[in-house]
C-alpha cells in the first residue's frame, strides 16, 4: 500500500522568499514520486518527477525537489516565490510499474504576499 | 496538439439519476485513468484501463459505478443512481505507457447531485 502525507494545508510566503512545501510517503516498493501544480479551474499540471534516476530533480517554473529515502521525503522547493505560483499542489506516488494510478497527498495551498 | 478533453465541464443532476462523463485522451496514449476529487482534498483513484480493458478498477466506491472505454480511446464514466455524495469533480488522466510515465490531466467534469 502508498500514502503520501503533505504537512500545511496552506502555506503562505512573501513575494521573493523561499518556498518549502513538505512531502512525505509511504510505500512498499521503490516509488515514483510527482509535484503536481492545479491552478483555480484548470487541470493538474506535472511540476517535477522522481524516477529512480537522480535524486535532485528539477522542474518547470524553477521548482525542484528532493528525494531522500531515509527520511522518505520529497519536499519541493522555490529560491523565490513569483505570485504566479499560488496554486494548489499534490504530492502523488506510483509504483511505476503495473497498473501506475496515482495516490495523492491532501494538497497544499500556497499563497503568495506581495 | 489537443490534450485531454471531459464533456461536460459541469454537470448537475438530481439524487436518483443516471449520468455519463465522457473523456477524450491524447490521441495515441494507451494508458487512461479516472479520478475524483472531492471539494479540498487530493484526487482518489478510481479506475485504469490499458487499451481497451480495465486493468484495475479498485478505486471504484460500489457497483454503481461503472466505466467503459470500448475502442482504447474515448472513456465513459457511468454513475447510476446518484446520490450527492458522488458530488466532485471527475478528472481524467492519460498516459502513452504504464511505467511510471506522466499523465496528462483533464479540467475536470464537476458533478453536483442536489
Known amino acids: 500500500a502508498q500514502s503520501v502525507t503533505q504537512l500545511g494545508s496552506h502555506v503562505s510566503v512573501s513575494e521573493g522568499a523561499l518556498v518549502l512545501l513538505r512531502c512525505n510517503y509511504s510505500s512498499s516498493v521503490p516509488p515514483y514520486l510527482f509535484w503536481y501544480v492545479q491552478y483555480p479551474n484548470q487541470g493538474l499540471q506535472l511540476l517535477l518527477k522522481y524516477t529512480s534516476a537522480a535524486t535532485l530533480v528539477k522542474g518547470i517554473n524553477g521548482f525542484e525537489a528532493e528525494f531522500k529515502k531515509s527520511e522518505t521525503s520529497f519536499h519541493l522547493t522555490k529560491p523565490s516565490a513569483h505570485m504566479s505560483d499560488a496554486a494548489e499542489y499534490f504530492c502523488?506516488?506510483?509504483?511505476?510499474?503495473?497498473?501506475?494510478?496515482?495516490?495523492f497527498g491532501g494538497g497544499t495551498r500556497l499563497m503568495v504576499k506581495p | 496538439g489537443a490534450g485531454v478533453s471531459q464533456t461536460p465541464s459541469n454537470k448537475v443532476t438530481e439524487k436518483g439519476k443516471y449520468v455519463e462523463l465522457r473523456c477524450d485522451p491524447i490521441?495515441?496514449?494507451?494508458?487512461l485513468y479516472w479520478y475524483r476529487q472531492s471539494l479540498g482534498q487530493g484526487p482518489e483513484f478510481l479506475i485504469y484501463f490499458q487499451g481497451t480493458g480495465a486493468a484495475d478498477d479498485s478505486g471504484l466506491p460500489n457497483d454503481r459505478f461503472f466505466a467503459v472505454r470500448p475502442e482504447g480511446s474515448v472513456s465513459t464514466l457511468k454513475i447510476q443512481r446518484t446520490e450527492r455524495g458522488d458530488s466532485a469533480v471527475y478528472l481524467c488522466?492519460?498516459?502513452?505507457?504504464?511505467?511510471?510515465?506522466?499523465?496528462?490531466f483533464g479540467p475536470g467534469t464537476r458533478l453536483t447531485v442536489l
Open positions: 502523488a506516488v506510483t509504483r511505476g510499474n503495473a497498473g501506475n494510478m496515482l495516490t
Open positions: 490521441s495515441g496514449h494507451t494508458a
Open positions: 488522466a492519460s498516459s502513452s505507457s504504464g511505467g511510471g510515465g506522466e499523465q496528462f
